[in-house]
């Protein structure tokens, strides 16, 4: 029914921009954010532009269907030499391995998310598993292998009574001297392995389980349990399929149980520690917490993966409602043509402060990894370099809220549209809440983050100087803690000094009085240490989101001040002074209570918010457009991305404006 | 493999206290909870739970399936009784219309969503456009048919093109005087009905169009238009299914067209304007914008039935959420049984507010739907009722938005089990999203009540004395506005004057800053008034969701002075002090702002809403427990309710616990 006639220039233009031509600003932002591993990127985005493989959608599939289209994706991708390549330079060590996992994590979770995270289990979960806690041999043994997709792996921690407390796993492995074996085992329903991805796959399973000699348990270790092969299940070996979830259908999760199964005394992951044939146990590492710890920790990759996970997403969402805001017409002034909704003051506060905030975790992310490549290549290791995990924990945790957030604030937006699932968002929307519980829950990780800066705080405390973590911690930070007015007020709210102050003020402020709170319960009231710490969860939460404020706010301001295009670093900077005032704007009422800011600052922020949000709406099509994201991967109608087999689908610009002509008759 | 020895005497006391054996407590809390109409109430329970129809789950089934068990549930529901009479009474105007309405919504809300929308679909938006836009005589004729279920009908007013701004629907009704009837066209793409509920099984529908005479339109009115019979669609008339969405996926949502369809002018809903024979056009309500506006608010009916569909799917999440955190161990003090992750702080302060806010909306409306039958029945009509209105666009806005939030913190507190489809917290949170979009999207609804709130203002200002929705402006606040030092520092923070106080000093501060900001605008700088309200959409949503807050205080206040029961009392007490604080709490930043509170104040209610949450958890098992949703209602095993169908159940209570065992081996 809709002619050529009927689009609007506005509209036709915005059309023509997203699909062909860019204007410069978009092309050098886009070099920009895609940095040193451009080539590497345009090379991913193109094979999944080329391959009819992921232009099919989720929305009509069952759940059979989903399953089976994310395990074809994924092996495909797999299969992708620079895929192949990642175990490779896990193993080796490559300088850049962390920051290339973030480029590969990125475009593949464009094409949806189910389909990342099930190519992550069969192989990253459970290679990066036997990197890091198998020995020497055991990775030359299983890594080939797994690599030519041989065989695929589960990683299965999570029991149905443990999860966030891993430490207090069931499952148990018992060493048997006659033969040389472990003996896998669920003694309880409780014990059973739950959620395990993979489930009704995986040839082999990394199983933690509570290491029994002798009777006893030397804490939570891992073994390689062989789950099926091509004539069934392993012995011993039940696995029951979980079925429907919120979203991540693509991914087969199941519960997993062993009757005694038996595996060879190789099995343990002995990187740390060992059972010798003789029953006798050896490690370096002599408390069983500090193993457990140390054990945990090697796995930060995937955190980090989830982190990142959660930015690509976010990006995807703000894509599709940012580009149907702008074409998307509603109301206006009489006699006028109608406005787009993007010039709708509350539209723009609820997506700009997303969009900043997006960046800012994109610049991190990246920052991150170079961190663990720089570390790592210069012989540290994750496992044991706290700070980097604590982060690691603190960005998993603020991204995936952050995702949560966009993709729920991007589903208001985009109306009764951004409700069907052909328009993407929905479906995304299911994915991506799990974000927030898996690889560890947010509330317990952000714990990890608040009890990281505690112990370096006391550490450092003492010794009058802080490094690490706290370097920011100057002595005018400690000194302006005793007074709160630390800042002259002579700094403009929207100068970086200003709002860097704040975050770093706000920091040390939750930490310095959480750090008294703490000892005045234990030391002074004598409380038990456990109890003290949960009477300061809340406050202990503040602390950790706070500190990861600061540090991707720090991050942006580099980012921006590295831009060597003049276009692109204004609107970074625009977006990079929306995010930092914001997050300030959404706890003015704790820098009110400690006088930090006044009443007419706090005033004068919220109009200055409001301002960045108006100015950054200006230029928002950009800065998604300079993100190239595959339209196969878009494919929302409502982003001007059709399908082939929806009859009804919205193109922006296709429907618009007709009302001009009717108001006539009005 | 569990047996009932692993069960720890805690949780299997969980489990009879929900099942069976309710402590008086709850009793007594129930009885007043239902209120006049527990007999009517349990009634319907009992219905549901006898009612096997009503056992079966959606997680299992496919997008036909679903809709083909939304029908059938919706069509049993309506042959009950209860049910059947609701239209009769709503035509014979009985005194409690509303109340029973409210009711029967929020019963059949326990059911599923989509079941409690698809009769709403089918009879009463359809019913309701009839009894509120039609004459007596087409009353007559259409009612009777439809209460017996001859045919079903569907609500037509959105189109692709417009949503919200429906002035400007597109779909024309062009008067022939010849044939004396009209022609009903969908003259371009974007004036498609979109989204249509009942759309494949509807045979007429209520259809908004721009009636047109003499080439002129004279806006929107609302025609009964055949979709189809049993012999297939009517001609002209196209349908296409809009296939699945987010949620809500038991309702037939499509896309409907007419090509010149051709129905008799009788079929023009006439009790505000009709057409003559002769072509000639006549109505009481000359202005086109006044008597558009009567007809659109001679709907808000449904707009409060979403607000009460909110509300109940709120209680059923935090049912489910709040008995598994009982239920649930994780981490404990070393050596000793892990504890239930409700005696953590931050699952306190995630769950508690919800808990209270949900009481807030129970008791607000059951006043509201009071207010209206009182309203109607001393005579008064809700269509020129700007002030009802208002108060039910607000509430619509703040009860689903508070809902969307509930359900995301409800799966967020239950952990992976919350993600999988079986513990219906998933589903619901999929269907619920809807409302914030629909019935009016949020953010419209919001600048309803703002508009009328200002109407209002400017219209008693001069007076000096107010009424109505303002009638708390006494001279004390009016006074303070100018001061801002209204309250003595001498209430308690907890105190219900204290607490009143602040929240109306909020509303009224809001709206004199907002007339002042306006009027500035507008009559100083000569702003067209389009772009300057356009420029205040911020404050303008800000002083909606305080005017909506400050009434649903003030009527939990209410309904805890009304409670005969000592115990119940002081629970509903503590939950209402809970809700108001965390209003302060949340807005903070806004108080001290406008130094209605200082640093040291805005401190101690920090530490007071952590305390008043800690309270409320311990007996929050109570509550949940009183609102006696029927088993096979929340059909969640987390909730301690299994299903037939799943291998892999989980009952609280029938796994914890056995870690005692465990960790002596540790
Ligand atoms: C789709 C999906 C896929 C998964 N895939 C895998 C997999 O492949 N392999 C695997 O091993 N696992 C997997 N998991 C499991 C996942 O890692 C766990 O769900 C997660 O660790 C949380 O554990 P839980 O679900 O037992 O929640 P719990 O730990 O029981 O937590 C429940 C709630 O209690 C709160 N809580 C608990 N303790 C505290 C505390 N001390 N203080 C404050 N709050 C607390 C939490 O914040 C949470 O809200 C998967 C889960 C899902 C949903
Ligand atoms: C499942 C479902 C069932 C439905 N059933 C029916 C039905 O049976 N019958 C029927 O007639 N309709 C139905 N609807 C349609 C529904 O009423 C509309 O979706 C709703 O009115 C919003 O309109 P829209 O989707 O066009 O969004 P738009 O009006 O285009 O709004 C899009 C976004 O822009 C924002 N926006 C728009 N204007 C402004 C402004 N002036 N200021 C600030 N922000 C603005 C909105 O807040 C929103 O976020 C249904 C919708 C759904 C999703």
């Not at 492995?173 to 392995?193: G, L, V």
């Not at 402020?509 to 038990?528: E, I």
Request: hydrophobic residues 40%; positive net charge.
């Amino acid at each position: 029914m809709a002619d050529v006639s009927e689009i609007s220039p506005r509209d036709r233009a915005m059309t023509i921009q997203a699909k062909n031509q860019q204007p410069p600003v978009v092309t050098l932002l886009s070099k920009y954010l895609d940095g040193e591993y451009h080539p590497l990127k345009e090379d991913l985005r193109q094979f999944i532009r080329n391959n009819k493989l992921f232009n099919m959608e989720y929305s009509n599939l069952n759940l059979q269907e989903q399953r089976y289209l994310a395990h074809e994706r994924a092996k495909a991708i797999l299969r992708h030499p620079k895929c192949k390549n990642q175990l490779d330079e896990q193993v080796r060590g490559s300088l850049d391995f962390m920051k290339k996992n973030l480029i590969l994590g990125e475009v593949f979770a464009f094409v949806d998310p189910s389909t990342n995270v099930k190519l992550g289990v069969m192989v990253f979960l459970f290679g990066g598993a036997i990197i890091n806690l198998g020995s020497a041999a055991q990775v030359q043994k299983w890594l080939g292998p797994l690599k030519d997709l041989q065989y695929t792996g589960m990683f299965a921690m999570t029991e149905r009574g443990h999860g966030s407390n891993v430490r207090c796993i069931e499952t148990e492995a018992t060493y048997n001297i006659e033969n040389e074996e472990f003996i896998i085992n669920t003694p309880t329903r409780s014990a059973q392995k739950m959620f395990i991805g993979n489930g009704l796959h995986g040839e082999y399973a990394i199983v933690f389980a509570q290491l029994i000699l002798h009777n006893k348990s030397k804490g939570p270790h891992a073994f390689i349990v062989p789950i099926r092969n091509e004539n069934g299940l392993y012995p011993g070996v039940t696995v029951v399929d979980l079925g429907l979830k919120e979203g991540m259908n693509g991914v087969d999760n199941c519960l997993l149980s062993f009757d005694h199964v038996r595996i060879p005394r190789e099995h343990l992951l002995n990187k740390y520690a060992d059972v010798l044939p003789n029953g006798s146990y050896v490690t370096d590492i002599l408390k069983d917490s500090t193993r457990f710890n140390i054990m945990l920790a090697a796995l930060i990759g995937t955190r980090l993966a989830v982190a990142n996970h959660s930015t690509a997403c976010m990006s995807v969402g703000l894509t599709i409602a940012i580009r149907y805001a702008h074409s998307r017409l509603q109301f206006g002034p009489s006699n006028k043509q109608e406005m787009s909704i993007m010039s709708y003051q509350t539209h723009q506060i609820r997506l700009m402060p997303l969009l900043a905030k997006y960046l800012s975790l994109y610049f991190t992310g990246r920052q991150v990894a170079s961190l663990v490549d720089d570390h790592q290549t210069s012989g540290g290791s994750i496992a044991t370099n706290r700070e980097i995990q604590a982060l690691a924990s603190g960005i998993k945790a603020y991204a995936s809220w952050a995702c949560v957030q966009t993709m729920q604030i991007c589903r208001e937006c985009t109306g009764g549209q951004g409700y069907m699932a052909e328009n993407r968002i929905a479906g995304l929307k299911g994915d991506v809440d799990v974000f927030v519980t898996y690889e560890g829950d947010n509330t317990i990780l952000l714990q990890q983050v608040a009890k990281e800066l505690l112990v370096q705080y006391r550490k450092e405390y003492t010794k009058g100087k802080f490094s690490g973590m706290l370097s920011f911690l100057t002595k005018a930070i400690v000194v302006s803690l005793q007074t709160s007015s630390l800042i002259p007020r002579m700094h403009s709210i929207t100068s970086y000094t200003f709002q860097t102050n704040a975050l770093e003020f706000r920091e040390a402020r939750l930490l310095q009085t959480l750090a008294s709170r703490l000892a005045n319960k234990v030391q002074k009231n004598g409380m038990d240490s456990f109890m003290a710490w949960n009477e300061c969860l809340h406050h202990l939460n503040a602390l950790a989101m706070s500190h990861v404020e600061r540090v991707c706010y720090e991050q942006f301001v580099i980012a921006v001040k590295q831009c060597p295009y003049p276009g692109p670093r204004s609107m970074l900077a625009k977006c990079c002074k929306l995010y930092g005032l914001n997050c300030i704007y959404s706890d003015r009422g704790w820098y009110l209570e400690e006088s930090f800011i006044n009443a007419k600052m706090a005033k004068c922020i919220r109009t200055e918010v409001l301002k960045l949000c108006k100015e950054t709406a200006e230029f928002s099509l950009e800065i998604v457009n300079s993100l190239r994201i595959p339209d196969n991967c878009i494919h929302a109608p409502i982003a001007g991305i059709g399908h082939d087999n929806t009859s009804w689908l919205f193109a922006p610009g296709a429907d618009s404006n007709t009302d001009i002509r009717m108001k006539s008759k009005l």
